[in-house]
């Protein structure tokens, strides 16, 4: 059974930062595409940033660029995003996702097959 823990989240003020972690169960971690989603109330989810595990290069979101960054810990089965100089507008619900395969184009949930329970992300000016 795969499971997906995420952790870390809190409240912060502006200019702050957080690290969420997920930790990864019940399936081949060294070849999945594993990314972070986030989800302000009222707004779709949208990818945040996301990774192959096997290695390769990463994927960021274009209003993330240059504060956030996805990382892994291959023999912890776990992934994590660094998030420096936080904005109010990074508060939401933060998902973490997996798929099997490598992340080709993936951007999109119905993309990912897995996810964990969220984890909140609350910025205050």
Same mark, same amino acid.
């Given at each position: 059974?795969?499971? %997906?823990? $995420? +952790? ?5 003020? *502006?200019?702050?930062? %957080?690290?969420?972690? !997920?930790? =990864?169960?019940? #399936?081949?971690? +060294?070849? *999945?595409? @594993?990314?972070?989603?986030?989800? =302000?109330?009222?707004? $779709?989810? $949208? ?14 979101? /274009? ?5 956030? &960054?996805?990382?892994?810990? +291959?023999?912890? /089965?776990? %992934? #994590?995003?660094? @998030?420096?100089?936080?904005?109010? $507008?990074?508060? *939401? @619900? #933060? #998902? !973490?996702? =997996? ?10 949930? /119905? ?10 992300? &609350?910025?205050?000016?």
């Amino acid at each position: 059974q795969v499971q %997906l823990v $995420e +952790s870390g989240g809190g409240s912060v003020q *502006a200019g702050g930062s %957080l690290r969420l972690s !997920c930790a =990864a169960s019940g #399936y081949t971690y +060294s070849s *999945a595409c @594993m990314g972070w989603f986030r989800q =302000a109330p009222g707004k $779709e989810r $949208e990818v945040v940033a996301r990774l192959n595990t096997g290695g390769g290069s990463t994927y960021y979101v /274009n209003s993330v660029k240059g504060r956030f &960054t996805i990382s892994q810990d +291959s023999a912890k /089965n776990t %992934l #994590y995003l660094q @998030m420096n100089s936080l904005k109010p $507008e990074d508060t *939401a @619900m #933060y #998902y !973490c996702a =997996a798929a099997a395969g490598w992340c080709a184009g993936r951007l999109y949930t /119905n993309q990912f097959n897995y996810w964990g329970q969220g984890t909140q992300v &609350t910025v205050s000016s």
